[in-house]
């Protein structure tokens, strides 16, 4: 393998989804729903296939798609942009961050990231020769250390990778922390790179998109996608969104890595896009009641559990149980228990850092959540 990939294993979530199915766990680990999305945009992707919507998209995006997410973006942040000249869609938001580094970083630059981090970030930097500093939030509430911050950023720092709602923690970045990451990269021009794709699953404030701070736009690129929101992780239907100067970088990138995205599932995704906001409190009221028996279930089991604003994620300490390590005991609750969680220290560089949490998922049926608590209840 090559060099740039050697120190990165299978990734965590198919390690883990393997394991839930080889010993019949139940799997509140890899962060997929065990439910279907909605049959309008099932159906409207079956039409696309049916009308003949089945070659090659244009590179950046069917019309249709990019005006959606325009009009979408619009009504979440007030920020207008050009669908033909600020927006590429790709093949989920994961194409969208690789993407974005690979089209924004030269090998050498500095890129601060946030740990825990979502997996990806770090072997896409590594892919691209980034140099990465790392800020480590810590529980109970990964509150931004913004003195850290201060002292990490410099000239030399070309962006920040920011993620938020936040995985795996469920934190979500306070409009006070997001203008004091903005401050810092005005004063030392540095570009924000913002993963967002959990902005519908927002449940104790409202998600801020950290382009609608003024003068921020022009130094970000705000990524999404389908699968969270619409309950489709399968069908890899992202997009990012960043000023010409910036979406240029982005656009080649992705050309050149995929391309183009599946064409049908993009018409599907602009009739997604363009449901009326209903939706997206039904989604909400959905989740509050799977999160309410997760996170009390996980209290009564004997967890300490860290408050989560957003995400279908939670966090909780496990050394009650006395085990190890995350690892340790993520391999005893799939073993004896019969339950499935991610071990969070893949998400730090130092993985000692992350070896008294572990992460749990929600996103599943009300009675698959129940039975897992049952589980614990039982057997831990
Ligand atoms: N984003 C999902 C999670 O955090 C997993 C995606 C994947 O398996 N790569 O669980």
């Given at each position: 393998v090559a060099k740039r990939l050697e120190?990165?294993?299978?990734?965590i979530f198919t390690q883990m989804s393997s394991l839930a199915i080889k010993h019949n766990a139940i799997n509140l680990?890899?962060?997929?729903?065990?439910f279907d999305g909605p049959d309008f945009v099932k159906d409207a992707a079956i039409q696309a296939i049916k009308d003949g919507?089945?070659?090659?998209?244009?590179g950046y995006g069917v019309p249709d798609l990019n005006s959606a997410i325009a009009s979408r973006f619009q009504k979440d942040t007030g920020l207008i942009v050009n669908p033909e000249t600020e927006i590429t869609v790709t093949s989920g938001c994961t194409e969208a961050i690789a993407a974005t580094i690979l089209g924004l970083i030269n090998p050498g630059d500095e890129v601060i990231l946030f740990?825990?981090?979502?997996?990806?970030y770090e072997a896409t930097l590594s892919m691209a020769g980034a140099k990465i500093t790392c800020i480590t939030l810590h529980p109970p509430?990964?509150?931004?250390?913004i003195d850290t911050l201060k002292s990490k950023?410099?000239?030399?720092?070309?962006?920040i990778l920011l993620n938020t709602?936040?995985?795996?923690?469920g934190k979500m970045f306070t409009k006070n922390e997001l203008q004091q990451i903005a401050d810092l990269c005005i004063e030392n021009d540095v570009l924000v790179f913002s993963d967002?794709?959990?902005?519908?699953?927002?449940?104790?404030m409202d998600h801020i998109s950290?382009?609608?701070?003024?003068?921020?736009y022009e130094r970000t690129v705000t990524m999404n996608s389908l699968g969270k929101t619409f309950s489709l992780?399968?069908?890899?239907i992202g997009w990012a969104i960043a000023p010409p100067h910036l979406l240029w970088g982005v656009k080649q990138a992705h050309s050149y890595l995929t391309?183009?995205?599946s064409t049908p599932m993009q018409y599907a995704a602009a009739v997604a896009l363009s449901t009326p906001d209903a939706y997206y409190e039904e989604l909400r009221k959905d989740y509050r009641a799977k999160k309410e028996i997760l996170v009390e279930g996980l209290k009564a089991v004997g967890f300490r559990v860290f408050p989560s604003s957003g995400t279908y994620f939670v966090v909780v300490d496990h050394t009650v149980f006395g085990l190890p390590d995350d690892v340790a005991f993520c391999e005893y609750l799939i073993k004896e228990v019969g339950v499935v969680a991610i071990p969070?220290?893949?998400?730090?560089?130092?993985k000692e850092e992350g070896k008294n949490l572990v992460r749990f998922t929600f996103c599943k049926d009300e009675g698959t959540l129940r039975s897992a608590v049952e589980r614990m209840k039982e057997r831990l």
């Open positions: 120190k990165f294993k299978t990734t680990g890899q962060g997929f729903p065990n919507k089945n070659q090659y998209a244009r740990a825990p981090f979502y997996d990806s509430d990964f509150a931004l250390p950023i410099s000239k030399k720092t070309r962006a709602p936040h995985n795996p923690t967002e794709v959990y902005d519908k699953l927002a449940f104790e950290i382009a609608s701070i003024p003068g921020m992780t399968g069908w890899k391309f183009a995205t969070t220290s893949v998400f730090y560089l130092d």
